[in-house]
């Protein structure tokens, strides 16, 4: 019998990219677009987070080919145009919203030369949920779970649930590491606190994995269609994970200028 795999893919935005800053989280429509039907086209079933856990611990059924699409932050640009494309293709999502930010602007990533970028609003985030997508909690302030003490790991995980479940009017159940980064005590919060939870890490899910470490193949802009199912397949595209560590040693053995540039492949 054929194991039960689950390819979760992890987006960010989805709309106009900024080449000049380095835009390297936001798919363009059309292209979102050709993903989306791509994986209709080859039977795979959007698929809500709970119903992994209910068919690992209860034994309920899933579709064929199941796929769980999630976006991380909460981008505007995702209600705008990410979620009225998976809408008109019948595929449910999951939302990772940082509850004290909604309306607001992802400082986060403009600290790392990323463009300034509008976030999802509490009114969108309850419009959308009442169109079947799912909502979940990437904490309050996208902080560094890593870096936190003991009370402000729990205000910000504890504290993200209540703010989701006020405006949602129900108990959101999923979680995501901002910057996929976390310690023992950031996990075993998230443990107590949410069903499940997503990481960075690489690879497929399957039964025995962990419910509260999921793996996700991240999907940036510009990928191939033969990339994009290289992910789907395996979790991630090992062919341009070995291009990338080749590039990185030759630049260790060699002086920069003698290496033709080389567009990196991002997992």
């Known amino acids: 019998m054929v194991p039960v795999k689950l390819p979760v893919l992890m987006y960010h935005d989805v709309g106009r990219s ?3 800053v380095g835009d390297g989280l936001t798919v363009a429509p059309w292209e979102f677009e050709s993903q989306i039907a791509w994986l209709a086209g080859h039977g795979y079933t959007g698929i809500a987070p709970l119903e992994w856990v209910a068919w690992r611990d209860q034994g309920q059924a899933l579709p064929e080919k199941p796929v769980l699409i999630t976006f991380d932050d909460g981008y505007s640009g995702v209600a705008r145009y990410g979620l009225p494309i998976l809408q008109r293709h019948g595929f449910r999502a999951t939302v990772f919203v940082v509850t004290q930010r909604l309306g607001c602007w ?14 999802m609003s509490a009114s969108e985030v309850v419009y959308w949920a009442g169109r079947g997508f799912e909502f979940g909690c990437h904490t309050r302030t996208h902080a560094n779970l890593a870096s936190l003490s003991e009370d402000e790991i729990e205000n910000e995980i504890l504290g993200s649930r209540h703010d989701l479940a006020k405006i949602l009017r129900r108990r959101p159940t999923a979680f995501a590491y901002p910057w996929g980064s976390f310690n023992k005590s950031a996990y075993s ?9 997503f990481s960075i890490r690489r690879g497929l899910n399957f039964r025995g994995t962990d419910l509260h470490l999921m793996r996700r193949a ?9 990339d994009f199912a290289t992910r789907m397949a395996f979790g991630s595209n090992p062919a341009g994970r070995f291009d990338a560590a080749l590039t990185s040693m030759a630049r260790r053995l060699c002086p920069a200028e003698c290496i ?5 492949t991002l997992d």
């Open 106 to 119: 992802n400082t986060w990533d403009q600290s790392s030369g990323y463009a300034a970028k509008p976030l």
């Open 18 to 20: 900024v080449p000049e």
């Open 218 to 226: 991240a999907v940036r802009p510009r990928h191939s269609m033969l």
């Open 260 to 264: 033709p540039h080389t567009r990196r």
């Open 189 to 197: 919060y998230v443990r107590k606190t949410f069903e499940i939870a």
